[in-house]
């Protein structure tokens, strides 16, 4: 089955760091696109960023460049959002999502990772 | 970057009826937009691609079109599943999200 499956939730407390995942499978993972999208509670969809698997190519929103850091690991079929000192602003929900060869829309989504920051 | 605004931001309907969203890109996106649907507590889901391609499996009663800078999404005889929050989102650089526009019951 071609999916993608994304970590469990988190509880953080304000400046300590995280890395969440999101493993693909049923599909070949290094040639496809891999996005970030966020989520505040009750709020409309943002795009982070996305990385190619393949090389590690990266790009990021300017919202969201030097906030974030996105890797992947094609061994593993797994791609990674992380953070180096967490705000409560993070608090949110995060998606992966995949798009094609190229980079464009996203035609498969994980199920969210809800991302909790409170002191 | 480049900026989404859609409208309305909320619209009521009721089931039968043709519903109309619109997004406006800040610059030229040609035919680069996709839109989703998104339910309560779900992922979204792409509905249409490159302005007017239908994804596989979506019902035909969802149709979009326009290039450049302004599109619309078109849901004919609006079913009790629609009831939803719908999205645009351009792929011309990088990407973007409209805010959205929550389509509920009259």
């Known amino acids: 089955e071609v999916q993608l499956v994304q970590s469990g939730a988190e509880v953080k407390k304000p400046g300590e760091s995280l890395k969440i995942f999101c493993e693909g499978s049923?599909?070949?993972?290094?040639?496809?696109?891999i996005g970030w999208v966020r989520q505040r509670p009750g709020k409309g969809l943002e795009w982070m960023g996305i990385?190619?698997?393949?090389?590690?190519?990266?790009r990021y929103s300017l919202s969201f460049q030097g906030q974030v850091t996105i890797s992947a690991d094609t061994s593993i079929r797994t791609a990674y959002l992380q953070w180096n000192s967490l705000k409560a602003s993070d608090t949110a929900i995060y998606y992966c999502?995949?798009?094609?060869?190229?980079?464009?829309?996203?035609?498969?989504w994980g199920r969210g990772t809800l991302v909790t920051v409170s002191s | 970057d480049i900026q989404m605004t859609q409208s309305p931001s909320t619209l009521s309907a009721s089931v039968g009826d043709r519903v109309t969203i619109t997004c406006r890109a800040s610059?030229?996106?040609?035919?680069?937009l996709a839109w989703y649907q998104q339910k309560p507590g779900k992922a979204p889901k792409v509905l249409i691609y490159?302005?007017?391609r239908l994804e596989s499996g979506v019902p035909s009663r969802f149709s979009g079109s326009g290039s450049g800078t302004e599109f619309t999404l078109t849901i004919n005889s609006l079913q009790p599943d629609d009831f939803a929050t719908y999205y645009c989102?351009?792929?011309?650089?990088?990407?973007?999200f409209g805010q959205g526009t929550k389509v509920e019951i009259k």
């Open positions: 490159q302005a007017s």
């Open positions: 999502a995949r798009t094609g060869v190229r980079m464009g829309y996203f035609d498969l």
């Open positions: 990385i190619y698997p393949g090389d590690s190519d990266a």
């Open positions: 989102q351009q792929y011309n650089t990088y990407g973007t």
């Open positions: 610059q030229s996106i040609s035919s680069w």
């Open positions: 049923g599909y070949t993972f290094p040639n496809y696109w």
